[in-house]
């Protein structure tokens, strides 16, 4: 027996469809729910012991990918039904007082424009409180209400796909903190990075949908491990051509470990990118304790893992762009034991 819910019979009767009082804890008991029945399990077999099968057999293929997508829908709805998130919820609703003849080049010039309102540039935090008030947000706001106009060619292509959604990322960020009023801890609202979204050439993007849908090509999302998209999702057509690791030292998430914000242009992303990773390696990114011999690690490098290429290509990234010479020393000698450094959720505000 199944309940009629919203998850589409994806629980079953007594699995906990009903909503407690702390949503916090709806996550946790959905997640577990969904590790009990193998669901994290299944996805990983489908991406990894069946490919051979797949190369030849199309039947098993679409069997299989059905099966996936199936999941993949079911986890996805499954947490924004737990998080009250209505597909319709987008930050950048209603009608636009402007039309621009290109919605994304108008919102690159108004993010840069945020941003330089907002960035403290001494401390790389953000004045949340004098930006609520200021002129370039009143005109970032209007700026993203035409982005729901976009045509897939208005964004891009290559760098310039991938700056628009980098910039896109941070700019979402600083409009959520402000608009869900969060202070403290960024994680103190439950499911923000699911919550804060815009409408995007009529389609909806979460910040998690921008970071692990669109700039990590549909990879799942470390936590939840599921992957944000299904197969035939019309916004896989918007992904950008390659995952760059970089990118990882140019999303900020409203934290303080985040790395440091900044504006990047398609023109010369590549270089942005590889100075993002020096402020980041060169900041608070990596630590050494000499008395302990460790090479702390920010939290960045184990969440995404994978993406760096494991760890001896995140050692080598490190030794490419550190200048402290102690950490140059020790991972040249390859005797050291690595920690990871505990994440400081609070949010990245100068106020």
């Known amino acids: ?125 953000i004045d949340y409180r004098s930006l609520r008030e200021s002129d370039a947000y009143t005109q970032f706001r209007g700026i993203t209400r035409q982005l729901s106009a976009c045509k897939p060619g208005d964004l891009g292509h290559g760098p310039a796909l991938m700056a628009f959604w980098i910039n896109l990322y941070n700019a979402l960020i600083i409009d959520a903190v402000i608009s869900f009023g969060i202070q403290g801890s960024i994680m103190s609202r439950p499911g923000i990075f699911r919550q804060a979204a815009y409408n995007v050439g009529g389609l909806r993007f979460s910040a998690d949908e921008i970071e692990h ?59 942005q990118l590889d100075q993002a990773a020096a402020a980041f390696i060169n900041g608070d990114g990596v630590h050494y304790l000499a008395e302990t011999n460790t090479l702390q690690l920010s939290k960045i490098f184990q969440w995404y893992l994978a993406d760096f290429g494991g760890l001896p290509a995140v050692l080598e990234l490190v030794q490419r762009h550190v200048h402290d010479m102690e950490v140059r020393s020790a991972l040249e000698s390859g005797d050291f034991k690595v920690r990871y450094l505990r994440y400081d959720w609070k949010v990245n505000s100068s106020a």
């Open 1 to 125: 027996m199944f309940l009629s819910s919203p998850l589409n019979g994806f629980f079953p009767a007594g699995a906990g469809c009903s909503r407690p009082t702390s949503t916090l804890s709806q996550l946790v008991r959905a997640r577990k729910f969904l590790v009990r029945r193998h669901v994290k399990g299944m996805i990983h077999n489908i991406d990894n012991n069946h490919l051979e099968q797949l190369e030849h057999s199309p039947h098993m293929r679409v069997k299989t990918m059905t099966l996936a997508d199936t999941l993949i829908r079911g986890g996805n709805r499954t947490f924004d039904f737990f998080l009250r998130i209505d597909p319709g919820d987008v930050l950048n609703a209603g009608t636009p007082t402007e039309k621009s003849s290109n919605p994304a080049r108008a919102m690159m010039k108004a993010s840069k424009s945020l941003l330089a309102d907002a960035l403290d540039p001494d401390t790389g935090l």
């Open 213 to 271: 849908g669109i700039l990590r090509r549909n990879r799942p999302n470390p936590v939840m491990h599921f992957r944000s998209f299904a197969a035939d999702d019309p916004r896989l057509s918007l992904m950008v051509d390659h995952l760059d690791p970089r990118i990882h030292f140019s999303l900020v998430c409203g934290a303080r470990s985040c790395p440091p914000i900044a504006f990047y242009d398609h023109e010369h992303l590549d270089r």
